[in-house]
T-cell receptor, first 113, second 111 residues
Framework: IAGITQAPTSQILAAGRRMTLRCTQDMRHNAMYWYRQDLGLGLRLIHYSNTAGTTGKGEVPDGYSVSRANTDDFPLTLASAVPSQTSVYFC????????????FGNGTRLTVT | QKEVEQNSGPLSVPEGAIASLNCTYSDRVSQSFFWYRQYSGKSPELIMSIYSNGDKEDGRFTAQLNKASQYVSLLIRDSQPSDSATYLCAVNRDNFNKFYFGSGTKLNVKP
């Protein structure tokens, strides 16, 4: 089934540890995104990539990094996790067309203790 | 001012009624507009998209767009308990390919 796969589904992480959230899509979409969703704050864009080899910062990029080595994969790395990064993380993708909607993965629930 | 604003709710309607969800956006250059439904603990799923002024109908759902007023709404006719979810309004500004989301309106449909 075509779509976006995120891993892990959930994770409990000690503060200060490094963590990479994985995201893979098989829809051949050019654009990929990472959002975090927090109660009362909605979905906030962390980083995005419009094509392989390029990335950009969203609203809340601090403490996160991304890479886009190929079209399908867009991992999100927390270099040194802090409790404020406790959130639900969604990876999404879309065609590079302003009329194209976002398609979301199932999310990763991350708890930083 | 937030890019996209929604009333957080909860909006409670009886089964069979029309639910009306509203959204305003701040940037006049916004090009495309989307409504997503998100069940608790799940990811957002697209239910409607609209790009030009007026109404767009799909089954029990109607999206309405008024660019002059910077307003987009979603009507759900014959509401069902299974429609109970949080509805997210999203706006895409051309040239940036960035989507801005409202914080969502929680809808409760009472049997």
């Amino acid at each position: 089934i075509a779509g976006i796969t995120q891993a892990p589904t959930s994770q409990i992480l000690a503060a200060g540890r490094r963590m990479t959230l994985r995201c893979t899509q098989d829809m051949r979409h050019n654009a990929m995104y990472w959002y975090r969703q927090d109660l009362g704050l909605g979905l906030r864009l962390i980083h995005y990539s419009n094509t392989a080899g390029t990335t950009g910062k969203g609203e809340v990029p601090d403490g996160y990094s991304v890479s886009r080595a190929n079209t399908d994969d867009f991992p999100l790395t927390l270099a040194s996790a802090v409790p404020s990064q406790t959130s639900v993380y969604f990876c999404a993708s879309s065609d590079l067309d302003s009329n194209s909607p976002l398609h979301f993965g199932n999310g990763t629930r991350l708890t930083v203790t | 001012q937030k890019e996209v604003e929604q009333n957080s709710g909860p909006l409670s309607v009886p089964e069979g009624a029309i639910a009306s969800l509203n959204c305003t956006y701040s940037d006049r250059v916004s090009q495309s507009f989307f409504w997503y439904r998100q069940y608790s603990g799940k990811s957002p799923e697209l239910i409607m998209s609209i790009y030009s002024n007026g109404d767009k109908e799909d089954g029990r759902f109607t999206a309405q767009l008024n660019k002059a007023s910077q307003y987009v709404s979603l009507l759900i006719r014959d509401s069902q308990p299974s429609d109970s979810a949080t509805y997210l309004c999203a706006v895409n500004r051309d040239n940036f390919n960035k989507f801005y989301f409202g914080s969502g309106t929680k809808l409760n449909v009472k049997p």
